[in-house]
């Protein structure tokens, strides 16, 4: 059970989700969980009381090192922070896991 | 009350896997003494048949992210029923892994 995986959160704002999962995987990734969450952050937008544009995505992915650091540049550059899809990326440490093939695959459309 | 790194190590398990599993998962970790559990649905990145997608017969959040807290040796015996139990070394069936927690305050 002990690896060198990581666990890569990316939280895009909603409706990018399948677009990164489609990036992604050609450079590995082999599959995610896409959970949906509302964002909160220092500037709060709202129009006559009702707060807008803050859901958003949460893909959680469990990828060896080098295919997080792929996934991660990959991100940065097409739905990074300056995009409409303003994603941000972190990735986790794994110290344990089970239920998962740790061979990387490469995606062939 | 803060649980320092030294005194025991603790962790983050994260288990998902699919929604009819739940109850039962739900059971066995509370059986396992496991407390701190959250709950979360979400939904898979496999592509459905697109007429099933089309007419919607395809439920939007078909997966449950199961996430609690606990030390590392409680989270290992998990880890292991959860092969064991449920199957979890099969492929198609769910993934769960551990990170490591620094502190947790409570």
Known sequence: ?109 | MMINETDNKISFLTIITGRNKKDALLTALLDSDIHLINTIYGKGTVKANFLRNALGLVPEENKVVITCISTCVKNEIVLRMLEEKFGFNKPNTGIAFTAPIDKVSY
């Open chain 1, 1 to 109: 059970m002990e690896n060198n995986m990581k666990a890569l959160m990316i939280v895009v704002n909603a409706g990018f989700a399948d677009d990164i999962i489609d990036a992604t995987r050609e450079v590995g990734v082999r599959g995610a969980t896409i959970f949906n969450a509302r964002g909160e952050g220092a500037h709060h937008k709202s129009i006559l009381g009702i707060t807008v544009d803050t859901e958003k995505d949460l893909i959680l992915c469990v990828v060896d090192t080098i295919t997080a650091e792929k996934a991660m540049d990959v991100i940065k550059e097409k739905f990074g922070i300056k995009t409409p899809a303003h994603s941000i990326c972190f990735t986790m440490p794994v110290d344990k896991i089970v239920g998962i093939n740790i061979e990387p695959l490469i995606y062939k459309p």
